[in-house]
């Protein structure tokens, strides 16, 4: 493993990425502001070119290999942001590289690694998730004496990442009293406490982690690195099953609190910056974001910097991220309803058992014609989420039996 990222390496790192990374708005967002009496100020990195900060790493350990490194060949693993990095930097730089994605990467960073790579990189899709997909890539690099690119645990990628931290203190000279960083790998929370411990130690960093893939806070909690028995990878920015090694040391050391944030609480907040604020970002570019509330009276009167680390979300994703919204809203719910097999039964549902305000808007039934009963499956769309308790008393009152669903988290698959 490299050594621990330093201000020295940090501070290469800057002159290295002049003119090829673009130094990122600080926008001070009244929304936000005003939501929770602070002054909030979004580090915008989904407006980098590859829309992610991870350019930042990838590009600055690229050109830090030597030139028989570089023809031996490079490879990487990534979710999708740092393969983004990794192959602009490869065409950019005229080198050779291969990308390991996971198969589950959505199809639009897929298309946008290709698209930023060219002829530059060749594209491999192995593994359900981003540990399984690096196992392989690690396993190829060695067999093949090539140089593997990590996303994360490295202490010159991190030294990459953190410029962005370099430019948020020259954006605002007064600086922050908090910040929000999201927590994937750790490398983006390594830099950022790289760069503020030594210049600017009055600021507390907060990491943020998705509540399905804690394993930062999990990690902390047991003292050493673990990894995850069962993780959601809704985040994909953000989902890894262990942290790395430099970010796990540097964080029990120098990470002043870390929280979680529940996937639909994230998604809520996707939904509000695009409507509200015109930002497209992806999960993990979000999720920082999403966290702001829960801290309304500790950051009262405050500055807060909040670090939006990608825009990377595929359009084909809006259904299902609506779909958690207002799960974690509890306005939308599914039941799994016995019906009785008879001419207006569904009639009777419908004008009995709904409220003028609920709305069905999924129904599957099968009939069975040797069965009195037959079930079907019923999603319901509150208006608001106090209704619910009314709507489960009127189908108890009137005798139709359900199972509820929301709870049954391996029936999802199958209905978002």
Known sequence: MSDYPSMRGVKLATNRLKGFTRITP???????????????????EDLQEVRSFKIRGAYNKIVSLSKEDLKSGIVCASAGNHAQGFAFSCQKLKVKGQVYLPATTPQQKISQVRMFGGDFVEIVLVGDTYDACQKVALQVAQENNKTFIHPFDDAVVIEGQATLAMEMLAQRTKGFDYLLVPIGGGGLVSGVITVFKELAPHTKII????????????????????????????????????????????????????????????????????????IVAEPAGAIAIAALDLFEDLFANKSVGVLVCGGNNDIFRMPEIKERALMYSKLKHYFLIDFPQRSGALKQFVTQILGPNDDITHFEFSKKNFRNNAPAVVGIELREATDFSLLVERMKNHNFKFDYLNDKHSLFQFLI
């Open 26 to 44: 600080l926008d001070h967002n009244k929304r936000l502001s005003h939501l929770i009496n602070a002054s909030v100020f979004l580090k915008r």
């Open 207 to 278: 990491g943020i982690e998705p509540e399905g893939a804690p394993s930062m806070k999990s990690a902390l909690a047991s003292g050493k690195r673990i990894i995850l028995d069962q993780m959601d990878g809704f985040v994909d920015g953000a989902a890894v099953r262990q942290v790395g090694k430099l970010a796990y040391e540097i964080c029990k050391t120098h990470l002043d609190q870390i929280v979680l944030v529940p996937e639909g609480k994230i998604c809520q907040t996707i939904l509000d910056l695009y409507n509200k604020d015109g």
